[in-house]
C-alpha cells in the first residue's frame, strides 16, 4: 500500500498549559479530499501552515509523501505542494500579467538555468480556472475573485501532489466557490492529487469532500462521507450557542431533517 | 546642439567618466526595481547617509575610501535587516536610528581629520568627473558583481515581493534571501556615491524604478523601461553638467526627476482621458 500524502501524529503547537493545536493526528491518502472546520481562532490556518512548513510544531512529527518533514527535507518536499493562503493584501502592488503570476508557481521560476518553455503549463492552469482570456491582463486591475482565481492557478500550475487551502472561496461568489470545489473534487478525482481545505460553512463543502474534521484546538471529530458529526462535537467547536436548523440528505454531518447549521 | 554633443564626447574628462557613469546607471536601475518591488526606498536612503560613518573611519585611519565605506554600508543593511526582528522595532524606526546615528559619527570623524585629505563636498554630492583609475577598478569589480547576484537571484526576490509567504511555502529560502538583497542594496549605494554622493545615491536607486513602475507591466519590462531611463538620465546629466558647468550627480539627479514628472502627467492624462471616455 502507497504511503499516505500527509501523516501527522500527536502534533502540538504552543504552550504545554495552553496550547493552539493539542493532539493532532490526520493520515490523508492520495486523491482525498479533506474539509476542515472550526470557529475563528481553532487552529484551522496553524494547522495548514504547519503542514505547508511554515511553522514548526512544538511536539509531534508530520510525513509528507512518506517522508519526515524537516528542516533539511522541507526546501525539497515543499516543490510538491500548492498553497493558497488567506488573503490579507487585496491590493497587489507589482505590475505584473496574469499568466507571469502563474508562472510564478512552476517550481523552476527562482532558478534561472532551469527555465523553459512553460507557457502550455501557464494556459493549462489558468484554462482551469477559467481565466485563459485574462492571460495578458494587468493583475492589478482584475476584481477580488478573478485575482483569487489566479492565484489559484498559481498554486496548481506545478501540478502538486497536496494542495493546501486556507479558506479559498473568501473573495468568491456563490457560483465561483461552487466552481472552485467542483474544480477541486475532479483534480483529486482525475490526477490524484490530495487536496485540504478550510473553510468556515461546511454545507458549502459537504458535497464535494471526502471527509471532514472538526477542529476546535484539537479534532474532535473526523467524518468521513456519508457520516453524521455528532452533535457533540459540534457543541466542542462552537459551544452551547448553536442551533441546527435544515438538512440535505447529500451532505456530510447534518442530522435528518435539517439543511445546514447555524451558530450565534 | 550637434557642437555640443561633439565637444562632449571629445573631451578628455567626459570620455573618460563616461564609461563608469553608465555602469552606474546600469546597476543601480536594475537594483531600483527591486528597492521599488520591495518597498526599501527609506532603507536606501539610511544606508547612503550611514556610509559616511564608514567613510569618517577610513579618512581617520587614512584606508582606502571605498572599500572601508562598501564594507560599513553592507554591514549597516544587514543590521537593518536583522534589527525589527530581533529587537521587536519596526523597519523604518530602526533605519532612522542608524542613519542619524551613522552620520553623526561620520561628521565627528571627518571634521577631525586633516582637510586636505578630504573632499567633503564631493562625499555628499558626488562627482563622477575625478575618479581615479583605483576607484574605477573597484567600480567595475562591484558593478560585476551586483549584476551576477541579481541575474541568479532576481526572480526569486520578484517572487518574496509578490507574496512572501507563498514563496516560503513553493520552498524559497526567503530569509537568507532578503539578508543577500539588503546586502546587496549596501554595495549598490556604494556604487553610486561616486557619481552623485551620500545625498544624491537615493535618487539613483529610486527615480528609475518609480519611472518604469508607470509604464511596465512585467519584471523583464520594467528592467529595460529602468535601464533604458537610467541611461537616458545619465547622458541627459552629464550633457548638461558639461555645458553649464553643474555638479554631474545633481545634474543625472534633476534629469531623472524630470523623466519622472513627465512619465507621471503623461500617465495622469491617459487615466483621465480612459475616465472621461468611459463617462461618456
Known amino acids: ?264 | 546642439m550637434i557642437d555640443l554633443m561633439n565637444n562632449f564626447f571629445n573631451s578628455p574628462v567626459m570620455s573618460a567618466s563616461l564609461i563608469p557613469a553608465l555602469l552606474i546607471a546600469i546597476v543601480t536601475a536594475s537594483m531600483s526595481v527591486m528597492v521599488m518591488a520591495h518597498r526599501l526606498s527609506f532603507l536606501t536612503v539610511g544606508v547612503s547617509h550611514a556610509s559616511l560613518a564608514g567613510l569618517g573611519i577610513a579618512v581617520s585611519l587614512s584606508l582606502p575610501l571605498l572599500p572601508v565605506a562598501t564594507i560599513f554600508a553592507v554591514a549597516i543593511a544587514l543590521l537593518l535587516a536583522l534589527m525589527p526582528k530581533r529587537q521587536g522595532i519596526s523597519e523604518d524606526a530602526g533605519t532612522g536610528i542608524l542613519f542619524a546615528g551613522s552620520m553623526a559619527l561620520g561628521i565627528v570623524l571627518i571634521s577631525t581629520a586633516s582637510t586636505a585629505r578630504v573632499d567633503l563636498l564631493g562625499l555628499l554630492f558626488g562627482n563622477i568627473l575625478t575618479i581615479s583609475s583605483d576607484e574605477k577598478l573597484w567600480l567595475y569589480f562591484l558593478g560585476g558583481l551586483v549584476i551576477m547576484v541579481m541575474f541568479l537571484a532576481s526572480r526569486a526576490w520578484w517572487s518574496i515581493a509578490f507574496d512572501a509567504v507563498t514563496a516560503e511555502a513553493s520552498g524559497l529560502p526567503v530569509a537568507p534571501l532578503r539578508m543577500l538583497l539588503y546586502g546587496l542594496v549596501g554595495l549598490t549605494v556604494i556604487l553610486c556615491v561616486k557619481l552623485a554622493g551620500i545625498v544624491l545615491t537615493a535618487g539613483l536607486m529610486i527615480l528609475p524604478a518609480a519611472c518604469a513602475w508607470l509604464w511596465g507591466r512585467s519584471l523583464v519590462g520594467l528592467w529595460i523601461l529602468s535601464v533604458s531611463f537610467s541611461i537616458i538620465g545619465t547622458m541627459a546629466g552629464l550633457l548638461w553638467s558639461y555645458a553649464y558647468e553643474w555638479p554631474s550627480g545633481a545634474s543625472v539627479v534633476l534629469a531623472l526627476c524630470l523623466i519622472f514628472m513627465i512619465s507621471w502627467i503623461f500617465n495622469w492624462g491617459k487615466t483621465w482621458l480612459k475616465r472621461s471616455d468611459n463617462k461618456v
Not at chain 1, 95 to 114: E, F, H, I, N, Q
Not at chain 1, 212 to 221: D, E, G, M, Y
Not at chain 1, 238 to 261: L, W
Open chain 1, 1 to 264: 500500500m502507497a504511503d499516505p500524502v500527509v501523516q501527522v501524529s500527536h502534533l502540538r503547537f504552543g504552550p504545554v498549559n495552553k496550547p493552539i493545536l493539542d493532539n493532532i493526528s490526520l493520515n490523508i491518502e492520495a486523491g482525498h479530499f479533506m474539509g476542515i472546520v472550526g470557529p475563528n481562532g481553532a487552529g484551522k490556518s496553524t494547522l495548514i501552515n504547519i503542514i505547508a512548513g511554515l511553522i514548526q510544531p512544538d511536539n509531534g512529527h508530520i510525513d509528507l509523501m512518506g517522508e519526515c518533514l524537516t528542516h533539511y527535507s522541507r526546501h525539497r518536499l515543499l516543490k510538491q505542494i500548492g498553497f493558497l493562503h488567506q488573503l490579507h493584501d487585496n491590493q497587489p502592488r507589482l505590475p505584473m500579467r496574469v499568466s507571469d503570476v502563474v508562472t510564478m508557481g512552476l517550481t523552476s521560476y527562482a532558478t534561472p538555468w532551469k527555465r523553459g518553455n512553460n507557457k502550455s503549463a501557464v494556459m493549462e492552469a489558468l484554462a482551469l480556472v477559467d481565466m485563459e482570456t485574462l492571460a495578458n491582463r494587468d493583475f492589478r486591475h482584475l476584481s477580488g475573485g478573478q485575482r483569487q482565481r489566479v492565484r489559484l492557478a498559481r498554486a496548481l500550475v506545478r501540478k502538486p501532489k497536496l494542495l493546501l487551502l486556507d479558506e479559498p472561496s473568501a473573495a468568491l461568489d456563490t457560483v465561483s466557490q461552487d466552481r472552485l470545489f467542483h474544480l477541486l473534487r475532479r483534480l483529486c478525482n482525475d490526477t490524484g492529487m490530495s487536496a485540504i481545505m478550510v473553510e468556515h460553512d461546511v454545507a458549502a463543502i459537504s458535497s464535494y469532500v471526502d471527509s471532514v474534521a472538526c477542529l476546535n484546538r484539537q479534532i474532535h471529530h473526523h467524518a468521513m462521507k456519508g457520516e453524521n458529526i455528532p452533535e457533540s462535537a459540534w457543541r466542542a467547536m462552537y459551544g452551547d450557542h448553536i442551533q441546527i436548523v435544515a438538512h440535505d440528505s447529500g451532505c456530510i454531518g447534518c442530522h435528518p431533517g435539517t439543511d445546514e447549521f447555524r451558530h450565534d
